[in-house]
């Protein structure tokens, strides 16, 4: 009865180098979300993703960020050319269906290191 | 973008004592919820509120959603060492969309 998964825990990257973050939703939860977390913030929202569509991105740089939740498999936030500006918790939280009001499960997160 | 804030920043308390904190917007909100974060962990959910006045409570934890639905408040009583940790308020912005405090840091001295 596993929760939400991230992985990797902990990753470095060197600048310019591509990050890629995953994300397995609970069973049964078909809405993911993304949130970014820099060190002594609180979470901002990134994007929203269900099955093979994203729903809101209006949280995530326009450029060298994507993310993806395709029909099998994890969903994917990717980070192209990181900098140093990018190094911070990566969470990902999902939801059942459109329950938003019962708030989201969230996982341990991903840290993200740029050197 | 959009945030709450969330009073006091930080705080050091004795063990055994009453804690309290509140969230602040500028903005109305239809839910509100109370998370706890434990270093190297994610966001643990504590409390959700739905209704404006409406008072909950979880163990020694009592949160009330305010009357005029723009603030949010968290109490912990007689606090323990494992009450360590960052507290962060959210509220429902829109459908779907929660909006973060930016946390009340609380250490507890034994």
């Known amino acids: 009865n596993a929760g939400v998964m991230q992985n990797p825990r902990h990753l470095v990257r060197r600048r310019g180098q591509e990050a890629r973050l995953r994300c397995s939703p609970m069973?049964?939860?078909?809405?993911v979300y993304w949130y970014r977390q820099l060190p002594e913030e609180g979470l901002k929202f990134m994007v929203y993703?269900?099955?093979?569509?994203?729903?809101?991105e209006s949280g995530m740089p326009k450029e060298r960020f994507s993310a993806e939740f395709p029909k099998e498999g994890p969903s994917i936030l990717r980070i192209q050319q990181v900098v140093r500006g990018d190094s911070a918790a990566y969470f990902c939280?999902?939801?059942?269906?459109?329950?938003?009001?019962?708030?989201?499960?969230f996982g341990s997160g991903t840290r993200l290191t740029v050197v | 973008g959009q945030q709450l804030n969330q009073s006091p920043q930080s705080m050091f308390i004795q063990e055994g004592e009453d804690v309290s904190m509140n969230c602040t917007s500028s903005?109305?909100?239809?839910?509100w919820l109370w998370y706890k974060q434990e270093p190297g962990e994610g966001p643990v959910l504590l409390i959700a509120?739905?209704?404006?006045?409406e008072l909950t409570s979880n163990g020694r934890l009592t949160a009330q959603f305010g009357i005029t639905r723009k603030d949010s408040f968290l109490n912990i009583s007689a606090s323990i060492p494992s009450d360590v940790g960052i507290y962060f308020c959210?509220?429902?912005?829109?459908?779907?969309?929660?909006?973060f405090g930016t946390g009340t840091r609380l250490k507890v001295l034994a």
């Open positions: 939280a999902s939801s059942p269906g459109d329950r938003y009001n019962y708030g989201y499960t």
């Open positions: 903005s109305i909100f239809n839910t």
């Open positions: 069973k049964g939860h078909s809405h």
């Open positions: 993703l269900q099955k093979e569509n994203i729903i809101d």
């Open positions: 509120l739905y209704k404006a006045g």
């Open positions: 959210a509220g429902l912005s829109g459908t779907y969309k929660y909006i």
